[in-house]
Nanobody, 122 residues
């Protein structure tokens, strides 16, 4: 099993940056692909970014490509989401999730954190 805890959310002005962290517990963390998803009020959960267990494969949702970067440090059991050039439409609760298979479908991920709020003001 893997337990996930997100941190780093907050309020930022448009054009600013934030770095989210996803800290995991469990000795098998390095076996898992990690995805970041977000959910705005009244909307469905949206894929943001994902990384393979090694970090060698990463991919992004179209709305964040070129602005967000996902990375991981398996020695620290942590995955990061660097978010630059933030826009008001990036406002959402951000979740990290873990699964043995890399993908972009929320329902395919077995383990989820509790989420962290990101609010971007215009």
């Amino acid at each position: 099993q893997v337990q996930l805890v997100e941190s780093g959310g907050g309020l930022v002005q448009a054009g600013g940056s934030l770095r989210l962290s996803c800290a995991a517990s469990g000795r098998t963390f390095s076996r898992y692909a990690i995805g970041w998803f977000r959910q705005a009020t009244g909307k469905e959960r949206e894929f943001v970014a994902a990384t393979s267990w090694s970090g060698g494969s990463t991919f992004y949702g179209d709305s964040v490509k070129g602005r967000f970067t996902i990375s991981r440090d398996n020695a620290k059991n942590t995955v990061y989401l660097q978010m630059n050039s933030l826009k008001p439409e990036d406002t959402a609760v951000y979740y990290c999730a873990a699964d043995l298979v890399l993908g972009r479908v929320p329902g395919a991920y077995d383990y989820w954190g509790q989420g962290t709020q990101v609010t971007v003001s215009s």
